[in-house]
């Protein structure tokens, strides 16, 4: 595989279970750093933002129905990109695991809400009833843009100086 700049070499253990010479563990870690792997969530993100932009309360049902599907098909591979991560690096307790770097908690939060989201919704009868809450949930989702900047180490850097960081 053709690795993406930053390829870091294994060490210790990740989740309490896969070790430096797990298979899993190295063929996530190996994904994890692929041109290809990271040009896809990439573009996943930029697709998933611009369909944000198509919601409208007066969209039709047939409509809503296939934007929910859509919304479905980007959390499951955001959820796919959180596993493959949290499996290369851990998720808290090691150095430089998942959660320690500020821009995964990010996505951490709009994986977890988008998950919730489909979760609580599944439950519910008639989504106009809605919990207040869950609308919150769906308004997370305009922060996945932000994860473009990550992608770009120059606006990495702009935001990082305005946050302080």
């Not at 899993?24 to 932009?53: D, G, P, Q």
């Not at 150095?95 to 609580?120: C, E, H, P, Q």
């Not at 919150?136 to 843009?145: F, M, T």
Request: aromatic fraction near 12%.
């Amino acid at each position: 595989m053709k690795r993406d700049a930053g390829y870091e070499e294994l060490s210790g253990t990740t989740l309490l279970f896969f070790g430096p010479h797990s298979k899993l563990r190295i063929y996530c870690h190996e994904i994890m750093y692929t041109k290809m792997f990271n040009w896809f969530i990439l573009t996943s993100i930029v697709v998933s933002s611009v369909m944000l932009a198509f919601e409208d309360p007066t969209t039709s049902v047939v409509t809503k129905a296939k934007l929910v599907t859509v919304e479905r098909v980007f959390a499951v591979i955001f959820t796919i990109e959180m596993a493959i991560k949290v499996i290369s690096t851990g998720f808290f307790l090691v150095d430089k695991s998942y959660l320690r770097n500020s821009w995964n908690v990010l996505d951490f939060t709009i994986v977890v809400s988008s998950l919730a989201d489909w979760g609580i919704s599944a439950f519910m009868s008639d989504e106009s009833e809605g919990l207040g809450f869950l609308k919150v949930l769906r308004l997370l989702r305009v922060l996945r843009p932000l994860k473009t900047i990550k992608r770009n180490k120059n606006m990495a850097l702009v935001v990082s100086s305005v946050m302080g960081r």
